[in-house]
């Protein structure tokens, strides 16, 4: 079962929807290990929550969420151990979002970015503020991208598009990310929530079995790919993390400056 409170993240129900709010506006929503784990706890225990048909994966703030937590990164960068946990957590809150049998509706508020973008995309409905940007933005912090985009992104657009993406780190607008397929909806900032209200009201009113079993179907072919490529990118990406470039871009982020990567 979900527990009935966390730390990180705002539950609200709202009949048979849920609606979870990552809720760390001063950092964007960044995720931290507390959150992380909390993510894990929220999709691994929504199954058995008999009064949630649908949860809306949404953000506080004007952010969806921003990626990692770079304030957690610095201290630990170099830390053979702390990549392996991170990668450990990762792969487990993905596995549980892939597992996860009823539908999800990401109500994209604002920016996703990092694995902010990877938690949008994992999720079944895609409804994003025309003002939002999305982008898997690994390689411009000296990091592969292993943390799920090189799985999900190919199956949703192909892989000349994932490949311009994921190894240039460039950013789109939701606009375009819809007309890519990358996303369900972009819609004006006024009408996000009607139209997610929408969503969430024909899944919470509808054939509940039959929907979570077409969902299982149609992610077994999903899932056959991320396992395919999660050890290999959380291995890669943890690699990445002990070079000088991804030293150098946490530093510039935090001194708010351009990084200087110097290829080591």
């Known amino acids: 079962m979900i527990p009935h409170k966390f730390k990180d993240i705002a539950l609200e129900q709202r009949g048979k929807v849920l609606f979870a709010t990552l809720n760390r506006p001063d950092v964007r929503n960044a995720v931290s290990a507390s959150l992380d784990d909390e993510l894990f706890q929220l999709f691994s225990g929504l199954d058995a929550d008999e009064n949630t048909n649908v949860l809306v994966l949404t953000g506080a703030g004007d952010c969806f969420c921003a990626g990692g937590d770079f304030a957690e990164m610095l201290p630990n960068r170099g830390n053979m151990a702390y990549g392996h946990q991170v990668a450990a957590a990762g792969k487990r809150l993905l596995t549980a979002m892939l597992d996860c049998q009823k539908p999800v509706i990401a109500r994209v508020n604002g920016d996703a970015l990092g694995l902010g973008c990877t938690l949008a995309l994992f999720c079944d409905i895609i409804i994003a503020d025309s003002k939002a940007r999305l982008s898997d933005q690994h390689v411009k912090i000296g990091l592969a ?83 395919q490529s999660v050890d290999v990118g959380f291995g890669h990406e943890t690699l990445t993390a002990l070079t000088s470039d991804h030293a150098e871009a946490i530093e510039a982020f935090l001194e708010k400056r351009r990084p200087q990567f110097s290829g080591r």
């Open 145 to 227: 991208a292993g943390d799920g985009g090189a799985a999900i992104w190919p199956q949703l657009v192909g892989y000349a598009r994932a490949k311009q993406y994921l190894l240039t780190g460039d950013s789109i607008s939701a606009d375009e990310a819809e007309r890519m397929g990358l996303i369900n909806f972009s819609v004006p900032t006024d009408q996000l929530d009607e139209l997610v209200k929408k969503w969430s009201e024909k899944f919470a009113n509808g054939a509940s079995w039959a929907t979570r079993m077409s969902k299982l179907i149609v992610n077994s072919s999903l899932k056959h790919a991320f396992v």
